[in-house]
């Protein structure tokens, strides 16, 4: 079963890999393209709070609220997905 945390880290993950994906200019143009694409209506980190603060019982709280682990994000070179 996937918990709370899990499903906020996730979020958060894929928005990193999609900038990674996008970032990458070893990728053909169109998987980056599709990255870009993709992220301009994906959730950023103040979105998904707003959404894990508004759904507590499914999101359970805020995704970098004190059981925010910094491993969260290693290997993702350009971070978390913002809000742009």
């Known amino acids: 079963?996937?918990?709370p945390d899990e499903?906020?880290?996730t979020l958060v993950q894929a928005g990193a890999f999609l900038k990674e994906?996008?970032?990458n200019a070893a990728l053909p143009e169109a998987v980056r393209q599709e990255a870009h694409r993709l992220l301009r209506h994906y959730p950023g980190l103040r979105e998904?709070?707003?959404l894990a603060r508004a759904t507590q019982d499914a999101w359970g709280g805020s995704p970098l609220?004190?059981?925010h682990d910094?491993?969260?994000l290693r290997g993702?070179?350009?971070g978390?997905?913002?809000d742009g």
Do not use: K, N, V
Request: proline share 4%; net charge positive.
């Open 48 to 50: 998904i709070e707003h």
């Open 76 to 78: 993702y070179t350009h």
């Open 21 to 23: 994906l996008r970032g």
């Open 65 to 67: 609220g004190a059981e």
């Open 1 to 3: 079963m996937t918990t």
């Open 70 to 72: 910094p491993d969260w």
């Open 7 to 9: 499903r906020r880290r």
């Open 80 to 82: 978390a997905h913002q």
